[in-house]
């Protein structure tokens, strides 16, 4: 078996960590593959600042490494959580093999989760010890499954299996109970996929400790497995944010077994064998970009950059929503879209109602044509999906507005030919940034041989006239720039883009069009996305900017002038919040956490 996309590496190797038994439909397959066979070379072309190349990170880009060296010290080195704490504020956490420094904000997370950890920790040892249980105490290397090496390769190509899990490690003194402790940035999860459970559980159970090796280094070829697996295993979420925990499992050994071969294994296999490709967020991380063509290049996307961006570790994503957000405020950006951190704040009753209508109009824009929302009889209550339940008023509020669509339905005339795509992800590669550009428009579809890009946006107030349409919506301006650089459809002559501006008002919606293919359309959209983007890829520090936007934060919790500017403003009627995002994780997370 080859690897895929001129990777150098070890395809005898097949390295599988518990994540990867988690199903994601938008994955790519042979960035899957690839992760499942990992290289022990750099590939064999770079592009400017990609993977490979090395640059300091000039701030923690981790949201879980700061608390995870600090429950190290806890933990392996038996410090006084006190002690701990005082470490991570004189040091910004940078310590124990950490170079870079902590935004301030994730340091005040960090402190909180880690008195939050130490806390459920205690309780549920005392819970387990009034169960009858023994106590678990941390075990400080990574379990690890791995079969020995053998001569041939088995029939998927693989000569050796290991496998890995991630979490904080515990294990009673006699060996018969062994726990595992995931965090999660928010609530602790109620359950997770039923591959991911078992393949955690199985090296919960079978993993011996071992440390860990550089990255493509081979591992030794001698097996190793635990020889006696404990009577018991369980696995806990933990969150983060408010310090809940949840058990989400609690099996013997026989269970182990048997729901590994019934349920992780064959998610591994399908991981290890897959082909073809899926642009999107796993472009991002991918060694191998270089040799595909499946992302469009799209060079000079905003023209050419006002000033050369500083060397980056790893290479970026940009959606308009991480435009719009480090445009408000550069704290926030960081803070939400690369760490992923989150208070708990809840959306407001606008961007709620945002999602439902837009659930509904995704399911009824996947029925067959022809067919369109026109035809459908008025909405009523029993459309609204149980699932995102709606206060009264914005549940009345929602019909109204799917009533308004039924006017504008995009799929009105089309004839069972034409392609429809809801929530179709487009994805674009800039090669001299080493950028790659993600956006989700709610509809993509074609119109006798013509694309059109459909945006629907919900709103209690019109359009406001005293601002151009490409400056409201970013989104309109990368779709314009998407459409003039090919990545879109076949061309801007060919090509159509749409603004829905939903209200619950009879007759008060509206429907903006925007033509691609006008050079001055084409040259406002480079100014507004440059205007955003420039100062984006260009900063390092992430500096909060206070404004209406603290008040639907979702870390303000953690942001000293965010809260400082809530206290002290003497308007403190909240903005409301911006319209949902689109776009699936665009600052992917790391795959190998939870």
Known sequence: MENPLETAGLSWLFKVSSTRARPDPDACPTRLRALVQPPIGPPRAHVSGAPGTQHPVPLEDFGFGPLFAALDLWEHKRWHPGRVVEELRQTRGAFRGRRAPAHPSLMAWTVQAFERYVAARAREQRTALAA??????????????????????????????????????????????????????????????????????????????????????????????????????????FGCADGSVTPLLDWGPDAVRALFSRDAAPAFIAAATGTGVRP????????????????????????????????RPRRRSVSAWDLRLHGECPA????????????????????????????????????????????????????????????????????????????LCPLDG????ERVLTQHRVTA??????????????????????????????AAAPLWEGRPLLRQFPQLALAVLLF???????????GRIELEHLREGAGESRLEAVDPGRPATVAEAREVIADLAEP???????????????????????????????????DTAPAADPPPDPVRDPAPVRKDVA
């Open 132 to 237: 009858g249980l023994p106590l678990t105490a941390a075990v400080e290397l990574d379990w690890t499954v791995r079969t020995a090496r053998w001569e041939q390769p088995d029939s998927r190509g693989a000569r050796q299996y290991e496998h890995r899990t991630w979490g904080r490690q515990y294990a009673s003194a006699d060996g018969t109970v062994r726990d595992l402790w995931i965090p999660s940035f928010g609530r602790a999860k109620t359950d997770r996929p039923a591959a991911e459970k078992a393949a955690i559980a199985q090296v919960v159970a079978e993993g011996m400790p071992a440390p860990r090796r550089r990255r493509r280094m081979p591992p030794p070829a001698t097996p190793l497995r635990n020889p006696t697996p404990p009577e018991l295993v369980r696995v806990f979420d």
């Open 280 to 311: 999107g967020a796993d472009c991002v991380g991918c060694e191998t970009i270089a040799h595909c063509a499946a992302p469009p290049r799209t060079p000079q996307l905003w023209g050419p950059p006002r000033a050369a961006p500083p060397p």
């Open 332 to 407: 926030q950006y960081h803070l939400v879209r690369h760490l992923r951190l989150n208070d708990l704040t809840p959306e407001s009753e606008g961007a709620r109602r945002g999602r439902v209508v837009d659930a509904v109009l995704n399911a009824r824009h996947t029925r067959p044509l022809p067919g369109s929302c026109r035809e459908l009889p008025p909405a009523y209550a029993s459309v609204l999906p149980p699932a995102q339940p709606l206060e009264q008023g914005p549940a009345r509020s929602a019909l109204r507005m799917l009533d308004e669509h039924r006017a």
């Open 414 to 417: 089309l004839e069972p030919s």
């Open 429 to 458: 590669y800039i090669p001299e940034l080493d950028v790659v550009v993600l956006a989700v428009p709610d509809l993509l579809h074609t119109r006798r041989g013509r694309w059109i890009w459909r945006e629907t946006k919900t």
């Open 484 to 494: 003039d650089k090919r990545a879109v459809g076949d061309g801007p002559r060919r």
């Open 536 to 570: 984006l890829l260009r900063d390092t520090a992430y500096e909060p900017r206070t404004g209406r936007h603290c008040h639907s934060c979702q870390v303000r919790t953690w942001c000293g002038p965010g809260t400082a500017h809530i206290r002290d403003t003497t």
